[in-house]
């Protein structure tokens, strides 16, 4: 049985039955892209209205609801202020409405 199970996951992507999967048997599930190539989630006006809430950019928005789905992301950083916002996101919580209405973007058939 694997240890980690890397796979595509974004807000637009976000894999229910093999998040399901994975913890119910104790598999870590790895992001791989975890804030959606090309960033269009970046626009969704749900993630746009959180960031502002929790004075954080969309990145860490989505970044912080993975964590929170018991998602490992595992984002680009190009740049030492990038790898610094990324690690920016211990210092709130989404509330389970917030988190669903990330989960609701799902466009995964």
């Avoid at 595992?74 to 409405?97: G, M, R, T, V």
């Amino acid at each position: 049985m694997p240890a980690v199970n890397q796979i595509e996951l974004h807000p637009y992507w976000s894999s229910k039955k093999v998040r399901e999967y994975d913890n119910q048997h104790h598999i870590i599930t790895e992001a791989w892209s975890p804030l959606q190539r090309g960033g269009e989630a970046f626009q969704e006006k749900e993630i746009i209205e959180l960031a502002q809430k929790y004075h954080k950019s969309p990145a860490q928005i989505i970044l912080r609801w993975e964590t929170q789905i018991n998602v490992v992301p595992i984002p680009k950083a190009s740049s030492y202020e990038h790898q610094l916002s990324n690690l920016d996101i211990f210092d709130f919580k989404l509330a389970p409405e917030e988190v669903q209405s990330l989960i609701n973007l799902d466009k995964e058939s």
